[in-house]
């Protein structure tokens, strides 16, 4: 599967989505206009590893909510990962059985390694 789970109207995802010259051949999922289903969710999960590692710390909402003063555990990242797209670390790219998540500058040269 080739597969990019982003927000389009970020421009953090469209600067890396060019950056890395995604083939035509990847679907894209804005994640804002269709939501990730629980099956999405856990496939990601078995790629990435965990949950938590799906999970963005530095959304809005998690410093509205206070979460980081929770002590957070898989059922509780996946269920806000579930509840509001802005807990997703985002861009998450799928390259067949690997798994990029985020926008870090190491993240983008894997991307682009194994394009």
Do not use: W
């Not at 289903?37 to 909402?61: D, I, M, N, P, W």
């Amino acid at each position: 599967m080739q597969k990019i789970y982003y927000l389009s109207t970020c421009d953090t995802c469209k600067r890396i989505i060019k950056e890395v010259g995604l083939p035509s051949s990847f679907i894209k999922q804005d994640i804002k206009q269709e939501e990730i289903t629980v099956k999405q969710l856990e496939e990601l999960k078995e790629l990435a590893g965990s949950y938590e590692a799906l999970f963005s710390k530095r959304a809005k909402l998690y410093k509205e909510r206070g979460l980081k003063n929770e002590d957070l555990k898989e059922r509780d990242f996946k269920r806000l990962l579930l509840e509001h797209y802005t807990f997703l670390q985002r861009p998450v790219i799928v390259n067949n059985n690997q798994i990029f998540v985020g926008n870090s500058k190491k993240t983008v040269e894997a991307i682009k390694a194994s394009l």
